[in-house]
């Protein structure tokens, strides 16, 4: 059974989400969505600079990568407005904070799987269209290449929020998908979803990954 709000702010959401900018998703099955289990977030650990040639064996100078981050103030309005939207409507204990960080681990947990070709363990990670599309993508892959997938947690110097959508799907379910943004020297892109309906686990499926390495 669909969780649904009171009639007035049923109505009151439904036109908010038919204004421009709060365009739809193609909606997902649910049955071919597993939950993301685990998404609970590891020990905050956030770097802004990269020291290449760490250890004694380091020779020569050592490179220093700075990112400097610039946040668009209309996507920032955009993320909080629809943050606003889940904590009012559906869920009152959502954070930003701990959404990142449980996101930042199932995408360093994933990268690792995929570099180990140990695909069989997303199955309860990633929703069964994207792990067709990865098994593919993975078996044309030279090794060098799966090998840079992997992508340990204190390696990710930020993260941002992208895309960020709530919708009304055809089985008359609210969803929400929210992109995360992580930068590993390169940019990797990771579409998460969680359905709103009464008696299921609050939990996110990644629906979508890109990651330079399975683009080029």
């Known amino acids: 059974m669909a969780l649904r709000a009171a009639p007035s702010r049923g109505?009151?959401?439904?036109?908010a989400l038919a204004a421009p900018g709060a365009a739809r998703v193609p909606p997902l099955s649910a049955a071919s969505a597993r939950p993301l289990a685990g998404l609970r977030p590891l020990p905050p650990a956030a770097?802004?600079?990269?020291?290449?040639?760490?250890?004694?064996?380091?020779?020569?100078?050592?490179?220093r990568v700075v990112v400097v981050r610039i946040t668009?103030?209309?996507?920032?309005?955009?993320?909080r407005f629809y943050y606003l939207l889940i904590r009012l409507y559906f869920d009152q204990e959502f954070s930003i904070e701990e959404f990142t960080r449980g996101a930042k681990q199932a995408f360093?947990?994933?990268?690792?799987?995929?570099?180990?070709?140990?695909?069989?363990?997303?199955?309860?990670?990633?929703?069964?269209?994207?792990l067709q599309v990865l098994k593919e993508k993975i078996s044309l892959l030279p090794d060098n290449h799966r090998d840079a997938l992997a992508a340990d947690i204190d390696a990710i110097m930020y993260t941002t929020e992208g895309?960020?959508?709530?919708?009304?799907?055809?089985?008359?379910?609210w969803k929400a998908v929210w992109e995360l943004k992580a930068f590993t020297l390169r940019l990797c892109r990771?579409?998460?979803?969680?359905?709103?309906?009464?008696?299921?686990?609050?939990?996110?499926?990644?629906?979508?990954i890109e990651h330079p390495r399975l683009l080029e």
């Open 108 to 130: 360093s947990v994933v990268s690792k799987l995929l570099s180990q070709r140990k695909l069989d363990l997303l199955d309860e990670l990633v929703s069964a269209e994207v």
């Open 190 to 208: 990771t579409w998460f979803q969680r359905e709103f309906t009464e008696g299921v686990k609050p939990d996110w499926t990644i629906t979508r």
């Open 72 to 79: 668009s103030p209309f996507a920032w309005l955009r993320t």
């Open 11 to 15: 109505r009151w959401l439904a036109r």
């Open 163 to 173: 895309d960020v959508r709530i919708y009304y799907d055809d089985d008359a379910v």
């Open 47 to 63: 770097r802004f600079a990269s020291t290449a040639g760490q250890g004694p064996e380091a020779e020569g100078p050592q490179r």
